[in-house]
């Protein structure tokens, strides 16, 4: 039931974005629900450190859920590119993604997930007692990519 809402909760929102011009769109405000075998979060990552030419849009929104027995968390994210965001001299593009975390430790204190991509690692840290995430990655050549750059990276946390 909680997955059927959220997604709910998701498309609601891709629909609105796509109606609405730039500077009307407003994310949901940071919401982190803890629970015994799961924990949900909705907001939008603001950007605290970010290199290379793609970076995350200040318009974005993110949802996910972490679950303790399957021991994953989802990630869902969309992200509005105002004209010229995404590259140089491109138009306003619209851009939505999930991403399935592998959960490395699940404490009292926090949860830690990783994602390995081809090109970089992702990494999602759960706050538990503060309630906050945040999310990170770095390019790698680990996984055989010969054009990644580790000084490629980015860190966000939910708000």
Not at 45 to 61: D, F, V
Not at 130 to 147: I, L, M, N, P, Y
Request: proline share 4%.
């Amino acid at each position: 039931m909680v997955a059927r809402n959220w997604r709910a909760g998701f498309l609601f929102f891709l629909v609105a974005i796509s109606c609405s011009q730039p500077d009307e769109i407003r994310s949901p405000l940071r919401k982190v629900n803890v629970e015994d075998s799961y924990v949900t979060f909705e907001g939008r990552w603001r950007s605290i450190a970010q290199t290379g030419s793609i970076k995350l849009p200040r318009l974005n929104t993110v949802s996910g859920i972490c679950d303790r027995e399957t021991r994953t968390c989802q990630e869902n994210i969309a992200r509005l590119y105002g004209k010229g965001e995404w590259l140089a001299n491109s138009p306003g593009y619209l851009s939505v993604t999930n991403l399935e975390f592998r959960v490395i430790e699940w404490s009292s204190a926090r949860i830690v997930a990783r994602y390995e991509a081809p090109v970089a690692d992702f990494e999602l840290r759960v706050s538990l007692p503060d309630r906050s995430v945040e999310r990170s990655f770095r390019e790698t050549k680990a996984r055989g990519s010969e054009t990644a750059d580790s000084k490629i990276a980015g860190h966000w946390v939910l708000e």
